[in-house]
């Protein structure tokens, strides 16, 4: 069994920053990408940012610039570092990962989600 646990979510003013986390444990083998998606009230999902296992990241073209993910491999982790933060940055952040569990297969994980609330 994996999990995706994340952290870090809140209330901020426009401007702020906020770091988020996302750490991965159980059944894992290996992690290939890892990424976060977020989702605002009355909107589809988007992704955000991703990251590579060698650390190449890709943003969405609303965060350039202002967002930044990174990974610690040995932590099985991925962070989200917002700056900059304004209001339409408000909505739940999802991290996900592609992992290969005991049993040979790799799937794409999803965390619970975290509150991200930027006030203007």
């Known amino acids: 069994q994996v999990q995706l646990v994340e952290s870090g979510g809140g209330l901020v003013q426009a401007g702020g920053s906020l770091r988020l986390s996302c750490a991965a444990s159980?059944?894992?083998?290996?992690?290939?990408?890892m990424g976060w998606y977020r989702q605002a009230i009355g909107k589809q999902r988007e992704s955000v940012a991703a990251i590579t296992t060698g650390g190449r990241g890709n943003y969405a073209d609303s965060v350039k610039g202002r967002f930044t993910i990174s990974r610690d491999n040995a932590k099985n982790t991925v962070y989200l570092q917002m700056n900059s933060l304004k209001a339409e940055d408000t909505a739940v952040y999802y991290c996900?990962?592609?992992?290969?569990?005991?049993?040979?297969?790799?799937?794409?994980?999803w965390g619970q989600g975290t509150q991200v609330t930027v006030s203007s």
């Open positions: 996900h990962a592609a992992i290969r569990n005991t049993n040979g297969y790799e799937y794409v994980y």
């Open positions: 159980g059944s894992i083998v290996s992690i290939n990408a």
